[in-house]
């Protein structure tokens, strides 16, 4: 275990549900990531937060709707999502940003289908 | 514009066999360059990474992989693989000032035969 969370480990939903993802990290890291991981795809960067603060959104659709409430959670709320945002979503840390040699810390990821 | 490439989408190996994942890389400066591992139902997990010094860094599980500027390489390698090394593994680059992007490779599924 690397000390990063993720709620639910699955989760199927419909094209006009809400539903939200959450990521807990209990390493004391202040910042953290949400990736996209497709089949045949790279891993998408979607959003980063420092402290709270988003720092990165990389062209991610608005039906995609990330929270930071303390430096140790983290949300991802969905929103009318489309069957193509069916992937695994993986919720990282790190120690410090602006720290470019520190490792990121993943969890275990939520497997998401949208039907 | 920073890029990850792993040519080989799936490497076989005879476990006892060494075995090469190959990554290359382009950025602009200097890299700071990360090799990950993703077991089945598992998010990624950290295995080295190079910042600078010693071209060949050692990690977990008895990987090592070696840096090398001129070929703008950073392969993965192990002296004799384990059947539990099977897994999916990611290169990943970030440049020097480069902003928050950590960029990953596309990721290369190593398959250990008993």
């Known amino acids: 275990e690397t000390g990063v969370t993720q709620t639910p480990r699955h989760l199927v939903m419909g094209m006009t549900n809400k539903k939200s993802l959450k990521c807990e990290q209990h390493?004391?890291?202040?910042?953290m990531y949400w990736y996209k991981q497709s089949a045949k795809k790279p891993l998408e960067l979607m959003f980063v937060y420092s402290l709270e603060e988003r720092v990165e959104n990389n062209s991610v659709p608005s039906r995609f709707s990330p929270e930071c409430p303390n430096s140790s959670h983290l949300f991802l709320h969905l929103h009318t999502l489309q069957p193509e945002d069916s992937a695994l979503y993986l919720c990282?840390?790190?120690?410090?940003?602006?720290?470019?040699?520190?490792?990121?810390?993943f969890g275990p990821g939520t497997r998401l289908t949208v039907l | 514009a920073q890029s990850v490439a792993q040519p080989e989408d799936q490497v076989n190996v005879a476990e006892g066999n060494p075995l090469t994942v190959k990554c290359t890389y382009s950025v602009s400066g200097n890299p700071y360059l990360f090799w990950y591992v993703q077991y089945p139902n598992r998010g990624l997990q950290f295995l080295l990474k190079?910042?600078?010094?010693?071209?060949l860094v050692k990690g977990s599980y008895g990987f090592e992989a070696e840096f090398n500027k001129s070929q703008t390489s950073f392969h993965l390698k192990k002296p004799s693989a384990l059947v539990s090394d099977s897994a999916l593994y990611f290169c990943a680059v970030r440049a020097h000032n480069a902003g928050n992007m950590l960029t990953f490779g596309g990721g290369t599924r190593l398959m250990v035969k008993p």
């Open positions: 190079y910042i600078t010094g010693d071209n």
């Open positions: 990282a840390s790190s120690l410090k940003l602006g720290d470019w040699d520190n490792e990121q810390f």
């Open positions: 390493l004391g890291h202040n910042a």
